[in-house]
């Protein structure tokens, strides 16, 4: 059964930094393209970042380009995704997604997360 799993959420101050983690299991990992997504309360769910299968083409959604990257080991079977001077709107739960093709669109996406929440405080 695939899995992937998030981690490295917390509560941090605005400004602040970090690194969020996903594992992948049960799947081979360096045939998928992975992503980002986020969903704020109330907010419907939106695309952050993706990465192509062999980690040479990356894309960010305009909102945090310049402050996170999206990188990963296939070794590891694990994407990450730094995220540099947090603001109040970047609170949110992050999930990673795996899928066929890079993509802003969730609904590409095969294979969720959990979720892990990543709250920024003013």
């Known amino acids: 059964q695939v899995q992937l799993v998030e981690s490295g959420g917390g509560l941090v101050q605005a400004g602040s930094s970090l690194r969020l983690s996903c594992a992948a299991s049960a799947l081979t990992f360096s045939n998928y393209d992975m992503g980002w997504f986020r969903q704020a309360p109330g907010k419907e769910r939106e695309f952050v970042a993706w990465i192509s299968r062999s980690g040479s083409y990356t894309n960010y959604a305009d909102s945090v380009k310049g402050r996170f990257t999206i990188s990963r080991d296939n070794a590891m079977n694990t994407i990450y995704l730094q995220m540099n001077s947090l603001k109040p709107e970047d609170t949110a739960v992050y999930y990673c997604?795996?899928?066929?093709?890079?993509?802003?669109?969730?609904?590409?996406?095969?294979?969720w997360g959990q979720g892990t929440q990543v709250t920024v405080s003013s």
């Open positions: 997604a795996a899928g066929p093709l890079v993509s802003a669109q969730g609904n590409t996406y095969h294979y």
